[in-house]
Structure formats: structure tokens, C-alpha cells
């Protein structure tokens, strides 16, 4: 996001630079602010498991929610310490997790191995590569209201986004819309896994309010989400159909375009809570 003057002291999360911009065709030099994105590999118990390009923030909230949405650990507890190493390629995070949890993954990348091809690498079956999501989700009653308000707070909180233009963010947000916690990353995936790692992190009750994104709603962040045990995920964007199946089958309440006062509610409708605009 070029502009004439810093407005703040970068942070780890941006890069500063020069840039030349052209406005009306006349060229000038300008300082600019771009978000940092460099490749974090997540190691378990010394295992080399996957390598994600990431805003380099809120880290240690990745890897602990990188591991609750794959499956890697059941909770938080699992995850019993890390180290954040910086080398010349990139960022490794070193993830200590329980014994079981490191047993199962083993057996998930043996499963996995001497298998190649296009598309979902590793993957045999559409089985494996759709997973039913297991869990329900508990219904709960939301205000229509609520979106508006949760969205207004998330465009205040995203010194990113602002610094930049070019992240996403991942909220969690009361049942009134207020805004709780919230995570920025280059990949709207990765700002959703921080956001999960966060709550984990510090012991709080996910299901005792909606996440809201400012992306489209994918299959992957339905999942994250009902894994999560959050009953409501809105999106700025539109779902795809297979995002909207897999809430449906799980009892998620799955909003897209929530923008303003507009969305449209795809999946357990009956949960918004709308009110008439005042005469």
C-alpha cells in the first residue's frame, strides 16, 4: 500500500521499501509497506511434517492451531513445548507433542508414502481426501445485528491489512458481535489456524461466540471451524458448495458476503435472529 509517509514503526509481520508509483501518469518515488510472507516448516518430536508460507507472527498461535485443525494433537494439551528457529531459508518451528499424537501421525505419513500423482498428492481415495467432519456442532442463537458490528471492529483491528493490503484476518467474536481476539496472516488459512491457536492457547471456550473472516469460505476453513466447535463462521466472501454440504452435515451456521447490514445465510438459517429496520 504505497503512501507519501510511514504512519507507524514497521513490525516483523511488514516489510518497508521504495517503490515507484504512477498517478495520472506521472511517475514518483514513494515509500511503501508489504506484508512479509516466508516459508515456516512445522517439525513434531524432531519429524519434518509441512512447510507453509506464513506471515512470520503469532507463530507459536500457529503451530498449536496448525495442529488442532490437522488432526495432529486433540488439544491443546498435547503440545507439551516449541522452539521458533530462524535460518537462512525461513522460520522452523520445533513442536513437542505427546507420544500417541506422534504415533499417529507416523502412521498417517506411512500410509502416505511411495504414493505420488497431480492434485492431493498422497491421497488414494476421495475418502481421504474429503473427510467427513465428525463433529456437530452446538446450535446457538445469534442477532443478525451481530455480524455488522463483529465485521466494523475487524476493519479497526487489522494493522496489517491497513499497513498493507494484502492480509486476511481471522476473528472471534462475542454472541453481540463484539470483537474478542483476532489473527492476520498472508494466507486466510493460516490467519484462521493462529486464531484457533490462540484460543487454545489461552484456555478459552471457542464455542462461546462466531468466527468471522475476511475471505471466502472454503471446505477447509468450514472444517477448521466445526473442529474448532464453533457453531457460526461468517465470510465477506462467497462459500463454495462444498463448504456449504459440509456445514449443512454438521449443523454449522455458514454466512457469506456478510458485508454492512447484507449477507446470506447458506447453511441453519434459522439460527440468525433478524430484526425489522425501525420505521
Not at 21 to 31: D, L, S
Not at 57 to 64: I, K, Q, S
Not at 98 to 122: F, N, Q, V
Request: glycine share 10%.
Amino acid at each position: 500500500m504505497s503512501m507519501d509517509a510511514l504512519p507507524f514503526t514497521p513490525h516483523p509481520g511488514v516489510r518497508h521499501l521504495s517503490a515507484l508509483r504512477c498517478q495520472a501518469g506521472v511517475p514518483r518515488e514513494v515509500e511503501d509497506f508489504v506484508a512479509d510472507e516466508v516459508p515456516v516448516a512445522l517439525q513434531f518430536n524432531g519429524l519434518s511434517h509441512a512447510v507453509m508460507l506464513a506471515t512470520p507472527l503469532d507463530l507459536e498461535d500457529f503451530a498449536v492451531g496448525f495442529s488442532l485443525s490437522e488432526g495432529i494433537v486433540d488439544h491443546a494439551g498435547d503440545v507439551f513445548g516449541m522452539d521458533v528457529e530462524t535460518v537462512d531459508q525461513g522460520i522452523v518451528l520445533h513442536v513437542e507433542v505427546a507420544s500417541r499424537c506422534l504415533a499417529r501421525l507416523k502412521e498417517r505419513r506411512r500410509a502416505l508414502s511411495g504414493r505420488t500423482g497431480c492434485g492431493l498428492c498422497g491421497v488414494e481415495s476421495l475418502a481421504q481426501a474429503l473427510p467427513r467432519c465428525k463433529r456437530r456442532v452446538a446450535p446457538a442463537v445469534l442477532p443478525a445485528a451481530a455480524l455488522s458490528g463483529a465485521l466494523d471492529g475487524m476493519r479497526a483491528r487489522q494493522a496489517l491489512q491497513s499497513a498493507t493490503g494484502a492480509t486476511h484476518a481471522a476473528a472471534w467474536c462475542g454472541p453481540r458481535g463484539e470483537l474478542r481476539l483476532l489473527r492476520e496472516d498472508v494466507g486466510r488459512h493460516n490467519a484462521l489456524d493462529k486464531l484457533i491457536g490462540a484460543l487454545a492457547r489461552e484456555g478459552l471456550d471457542a464455542a462461546d461466540g462466531f468466527f468471522a473472516v475476511t475471505s471466502r469460505a472454503s471446505y477447509e476453513m468450514v472444517q477448521k471451524t466445526v473442529r474448532a466447535g464453533v457453531g457460526t463462521l461468517a465470510a465477506i466472501s462467497a462459500p463454495t458448495a462444498l463448504a456449504v454440504r459440509t456445514a449443512q452435515a454438521a449443523g454449522l451456521c455458514l454466512i457469506g458476503f456478510a458485508r454492512g447490514r447484507d449477507w446470506v445465510a447458506y447453511s441453519a438459517a434459522d439460527r440468525l435472529i433478524v430484526e425489522p429496520l425501525a420505521a
